[in-house]
């Protein structure tokens, strides 16, 4: 039997990898005037089908179907997208800030569906109530 948060993980998963990103991308905006510094950003990897959504089809009984748990799917590289400047660092201010409000739109997002789906098991929990 799968876990009655089995709903969640992958959620789970997502505030993780944009929790991480937000410190990536924080910690590029305070090396904007270091010469030489390059922009770097979380790369979600690419695979089969069920390392992409961070699920996996496992029959838990006869004729069964569920999510069997949430892997990482990412790793710190290099922004290939910033440019370098003068001095050889590719940070940009303008483009770091609308990062982390992207970023920071999506985390809330994430966390509204958590919310709501914690609130859907306390309904059921109370038996519709």
């Known amino acids: 039997m799968g876990s009655i948060l089995g709903s969640v993980l992958p959620l789970h998963q997502a505030l993780d990898y944009h929790l991480e990103r937000h410190s990536v991308l ?6 904007l005037e270091t010469p030489g510094f390059k922009a770097q950003e979380l790369v979600r990897e690419s695979g089969p089908f069920s390392q992409v959504l961070g699920v996996e089809l496992q ?9 069997s748990g949430v892997n990482r799917s990412w790793h710190l590289a290099r922004d290939v997208y910033s440019p370098a400047g003068a001095n050889g660092n590719s940070v940009s201010l ?12 999506r985390y809330d997002a994430i966390s509204t569906m958590i919310r ?3 609130d859907n098991l306390d309904w059921a929990a109370r038996d519709g109530r």
Request: aromatic share 4%.
């Open 26 to 31: 924080t910690t590029n905006l305070t090396q």
């Open 59 to 67: 029959a838990s009984a006869a004729g069964h179907y569920g999510a």
């Open 94 to 105: 303008d483009r770091e800030t609308v990062k982390i409000a992207s970023n920071n739109l």
């Open 116 to 118: 709501g789906a914690i």
